[in-house]
């Protein structure tokens, strides 16, 4: 099935319990905290299914349609289709919306190239490949919540309170499913998408089985709240002011479990620590999610650049030899990642079961270089800004009274750009590096795949020590150390 945007709006009208403080949101389509994400995803679905893009965005296997990320590649060709489906989907968000509907279908299409990880004790194998179905033949929008709350790192607290720590856990079983309680971090996407996945993608102490709990869920179920963080889009008079605040506010949300059944057919790891986090690291599910993480990130770059170099012209400085260089740096930047993307298809694996995969040490190194250089190009473009946005009026309704509007006019236009169309860049420009929108993005850009230290160990532990070691041994094998009087016959 390939879902239709007004399809999509309809699914989350499920009697779902969002709260912003203490007011409580059941129908995120109709809340304006959400409304607009919603349309936003509700359009994204729908050029999904478009038939003029149909070859583009999706597949046919045993005679159904699917959306192109629940693809199980067998060739290269399969992993470029993917990828260019990544990209037109990240160009429609110019890479803004970090969880779009192929982020978790990715992950779970990952999973299910190789059940036989799942066949330690405690993983289910044909739950999770029902769960691949079911979420590809209903073309589902998942989000994730696979980290620890920061509190759970202190359970004795908790214990001295007489009180659960935080971290989700199975606190009972019945013969329908188990029991949860606790909190999982931080699903982003999921006030506005139809299931999460719950799960580790920390290493958990042999002494933690009971948080091991991994499961596929709608976010519906009794007793699930889902705690958002301050929505962002709620008092945007002008989408204007805020163009990308006003469309990309995916929300972040907090799940609370309180005495939630989960049925036994959603869950996929029970009791089995390393098993829940070997799931996503040890399948292709990791890579694949995290591939269209990479293109998703390389349509941001190539945005940041567009305003980047139209901010300069904006401000007269853009022939300045400096402010070209400083743009040909953020350039080779821009083209350098995007390399490092298409490095992921050319020098693809194959991998179990005759599947292939995108080369998973160089996935990782863009991870990493994207982490790491986020912030520095934003404050390039920052600096490249000057303070353009600030003496912009703090709103568009300037235009509404005929006297500001000419002064408005008079004043603020230059020999290039008039008033208006200034101003229309600078908004832009400070929503993409600046506003509370553009901070929130520069957290994401930081954290959405783990810590830092976590992104480097992954690095770490896929690298090829034993070749570069060899090869640094075989040059040292090359020569003798130079014989001393004592050694010398
Ligand atoms: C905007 C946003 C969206 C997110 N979306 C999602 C999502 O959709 N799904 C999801 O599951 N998670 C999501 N996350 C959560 C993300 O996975 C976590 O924030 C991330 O794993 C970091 O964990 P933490 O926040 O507990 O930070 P911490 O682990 O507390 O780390 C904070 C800092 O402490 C230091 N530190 C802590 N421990 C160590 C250590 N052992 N060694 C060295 N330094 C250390 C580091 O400086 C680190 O940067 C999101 C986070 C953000 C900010």
Redesign the pocket.
Same mark, same amino acid.
């Given at each position: 099935m390939i879902r239709t945007g007004e399809q999509y709006l309809d699914s989350l009208r499920d009697g779902r319990r969002i709260y912003i403080g203490d007011e409580l949101v059941t129908d995120p389509t109709d809340h304006p905290a959400f409304r607009n994400a919603t349309q936003t995803f509700a359009a994204l679905y729908d050029m999904k299914a478009d038939p003029a893009l149909r070859h583009l965005m999706t597949f046919e296997e045993d005679g159904e349609r699917y959306s192109m990320y629940y693809l199980r590649p067998r060739s290269k060709e399969d992993l470029e289709k993917r990828t260019n489906a990544h990209r037109l989907l990240a160009e429609f968000s110019y890479g803004l919306l970090? +969880?779009s509907l192929d982020a978790l279908g990715s992950q779970i299409t990952g999973m299910s190239m190789k059940p036989e990880v799942f066949e330690a004790e405690g993983g289910f194998p044909d739950h999770m490949l029902a769960l691949y179905q079911h979420m590809r033949a209903n073309d589902l929008y998942a %989000?994730? %919540? =696979?980290?620890p709350p920061?509190g759970a790192r202190n359970p004795e607290f908790y214990q001295s309170r007489g009180i659960p720590a935080p971290a989700l856990r199975v606190t009972g079983e019945t013969e329908h499913g188990v029991i949860l309680n606790g909190m999982?971090?931080?699903?982003?996407?999921a006030a506005i998408a139809n299931e999460s996945i719950v799960g580790n =993608?920390?290493p958990l102490a042999p002494d933690q089985a009971a948080e091991s709990i991994t499961c596929i869920i709608p976010l519906n179920l009794d007793g699930l709240s889902l705690w958002a963080r301050p929505p962002l889009a709620t008092d945007i008079a002008f989408e204007f002011d805020k163009p990308l605040t006003w469309r990309f506010d995916e929300s972040?949300c907090m799940l609370v479990f309180k005495d939630v059944e989960v049925p036994w057919e959603r869950v996929i790891v029970h009791n089995n620590a390393p098993l829940s986090r070997d799931i996503f690291v040890k399948t292709s599910a990791h890579v694949l999610s995290n591939h269209q993480s990479n293109v998703r990130f390389a349509a941001k770059l190539r945005f940041l650049l567009g305003v980047a170099s139209l901010v300069t012209e904006a401000t007269g400085a853009r022939d300045i030899p400096a402010v070209r260089e400083t743009l040909g740096r953020l350039a080779a930047m821009e083209a350098g990642f995007a390399a490092m993307v298409d490095g992921q298809l050319q020098a693809y694996e194959t991998i179990d079961h005759g599947y292939t995969l995108y080369n998973r040490r160089y996935m990782y190194a863009a991870l990493n270089w994207a982490m790491e250089n986020h912030s520095p190009i934003i404050d390039i473009i920052r600096e490249l800004m000057g303070g353009g946005t600030f003496q912009m009026p703090a709103s568009i309704s300037v235009l509404r009274d005929p006297a500001l509007r000419e002064v408005f006019d008079d004043y603020w236009s230059t020999s290039r750009h008039g008033a208006v169309e200034r101003m229309k860049l600078f908004k832009l420009a400070w929503d993409l590096i600046g506003s509370e929108h553009a901070s +929130?993005a520069t957290?994401?850009e930081? $954290? $959405?795949?783990?810590? %830092? $230290?976590?992104v480097r160990n992954y690095n770490f532990i896929n690298a090829p020590w034993d070749d570069v070691h060899g090869i640094v041994g075989k040059l040292m094998d090359s020569y003798d150390v130079p014989q001393t009087p004592e050694t010398a016959d």
């Amino acid at each position: 099935m390939i879902r239709t945007g007004e399809q999509y709006l309809d699914s989350l009208r499920d009697g779902r319990r969002i709260y912003i403080g203490d007011e409580l949101v059941t129908d995120p389509t109709d809340h304006p905290a959400f409304r607009n994400a919603t349309q936003t995803f509700a359009a994204l679905y729908d050029m999904k299914a478009d038939p003029a893009l149909r070859h583009l965005m999706t597949f046919e296997e045993d005679g159904e349609r699917y959306s192109m990320y629940y693809l199980r590649p067998r060739s290269k060709e399969d992993l470029e289709k993917r990828t260019n489906a990544h990209r037109l989907l990240a160009e429609f968000s110019y890479g803004l919306l970090g +969880r779009s509907l192929d982020a978790l279908g990715s992950q779970i299409t990952g999973m299910s190239m190789k059940p036989e990880v799942f066949e330690a004790e405690g993983g289910f194998p044909d739950h999770m490949l029902a769960l691949y179905q079911h979420m590809r033949a209903n073309d589902l929008y998942a %989000a994730y %919540a =696979i980290v620890p709350p920061q509190g759970a790192r202190n359970p004795e607290f908790y214990q001295s309170r007489g009180i659960p720590a935080p971290a989700l856990r199975v606190t009972g079983e019945t013969e329908h499913g188990v029991i949860l309680n606790g909190m999982k971090m931080l699903a982003t996407g999921a006030a506005i998408a139809n299931e999460s996945i719950v799960g580790n =993608i920390l290493p958990l102490a042999p002494d933690q089985a009971a948080e091991s709990i991994t499961c596929i869920i709608p976010l519906n179920l009794d007793g699930l709240s889902l705690w958002a963080r301050p929505p962002l889009a709620t008092d945007i008079a002008f989408e204007f002011d805020k163009p990308l605040t006003w469309r990309f506010d995916e929300s972040d949300c907090m799940l609370v479990f309180k005495d939630v059944e989960v049925p036994w057919e959603r869950v996929i790891v029970h009791n089995n620590a390393p098993l829940s986090r070997d799931i996503f690291v040890k399948t292709s599910a990791h890579v694949l999610s995290n591939h269209q993480s990479n293109v998703r990130f390389a349509a941001k770059l190539r945005f940041l650049l567009g305003v980047a170099s139209l901010v300069t012209e904006a401000t007269g400085a853009r022939d300045i030899p400096a402010v070209r260089e400083t743009l040909g740096r953020l350039a080779a930047m821009e083209a350098g990642f995007a390399a490092m993307v298409d490095g992921q298809l050319q020098a693809y694996e194959t991998i179990d079961h005759g599947y292939t995969l995108y080369n998973r040490r160089y996935m990782y190194a863009a991870l990493n270089w994207a982490m790491e250089n986020h912030s520095p190009i934003i404050d390039i473009i920052r600096e490249l800004m000057g303070g353009g946005t600030f003496q912009m009026p703090a709103s568009i309704s300037v235009l509404r009274d005929p006297a500001l509007r000419e002064v408005f006019d008079d004043y603020w236009s230059t020999s290039r750009h008039g008033a208006v169309e200034r101003m229309k860049l600078f908004k832009l420009a400070w929503d993409l590096i600046g506003s509370e929108h553009a901070s +929130r993005a520069t957290s994401y850009e930081k $954290f $959405f795949v783990g810590p %830092a $230290f976590s992104v480097r160990n992954y690095n770490f532990i896929n690298a090829p020590w034993d070749d570069v070691h060899g090869i640094v041994g075989k040059l040292m094998d090359s020569y003798d150390v130079p014989q001393t009087p004592e050694t010398a016959d």
